[in-house]
């Protein structure tokens, strides 16, 4: 049986929602960010770099989301949420699964760390004006290609899907930006908000804290 070891609001909750869209039985193990909502240093024993996801699958550790939900696919899914390679869809799966970590990530990172979280910036500057719009453009870019499908990959939902939610958490929770100007996101958010594997994996990747 696999085992995720998950930690509090980060990318492993990729993992346990493809888990319970596949109806796949796992372990979970959490755990919980330090003050400066870093990993745990106990992380470093299941894998060197002490970072979130990490998967264990018998003899095999595997870490990276993208690569964690294409192994369990391929080996425990029978392809599911997948796409093949023959299929004209398969161009836009492969795209959109690296996207969410090479593109998309990395932009809202940045904008994360140069719009605020690091004192000392100067809002003002003209890089800081760049990186936002660059933030902009990259929303408006994702938004125009939702208008005519219902899903990243085309009409089916797939785990390019998985991987291209994650960094809406930023974009609405850290970053608080107003997503009434990307219509077709939002409404494709809503659906995916409706699916009953992501509201299950949610509740358990980040249950409510218990008041004392």
């Known amino acids: 049986m696999i085992t995720i070891y998950h930690l509090a609001t980060s990318r492993s ?3 346990i929602w493809l888990m319970e869209e596949l109806g796949l039985q796992y372990n979970l193990e959490r755990f919980a960010r330090e003050p400066n909502m870093l990993a745990p240093a106990s992380l470093r024993a299941i894998h060197p770099l002490g970072k979130s996801p990490i998967i264990r699958d018998g003899d095999t550790v ?19 949420f997948s796409v093949p390679a023959s299929s004209p ?15 998309a990530m990395t932009q809202l990172l940045l904008h994360l760390f140069l719009g605020g979280l690091i004192t000392g ?3 003002s500057m003209p890089m800081v004006a760049v990186m ?6 990259m929303l408006r870019y994702i938004d125009d290609e939702l208008d005519t499908r219902l899903y990243f990959a085309g009409d089916s939902f797939t ?4 991987m291209m939610v994650y960094p809406y958490q930023m974009v609405t ?17 809503e659906r995916i908000g409706l699916r009953p594997a992501y509201r ?11 008041s004392a």
């Open 13 to 15: 909750e990729r993992v």
């Open 200 to 210: 299950k994996a949610m509740e358990i990747a980040n249950p409510p804290a218990k």
């Open 132 to 137: 936002k719009e660059r933030t902009a453009s």
């Open 62 to 80: 595997l870490v990276e989301s993208g690569a964690i939900l294409e192994y369990i696919i391929q080996r425990h899914g029978r392809g599911k």
């Open 89 to 103: 869809d398969y161009p836009r799966y492969l795209q959109w699964m690296h996207f969410a970590e090479g593109s």
């Open 159 to 162: 785990a390019a899907d998985i």
């Open 121 to 123: 910036v100067d809002q």
């Open 173 to 189: 929770g850290f970053l608080q930006m107003d997503m009434s100007v990307y219509p077709n996101t939002r409404n494709y958010l």
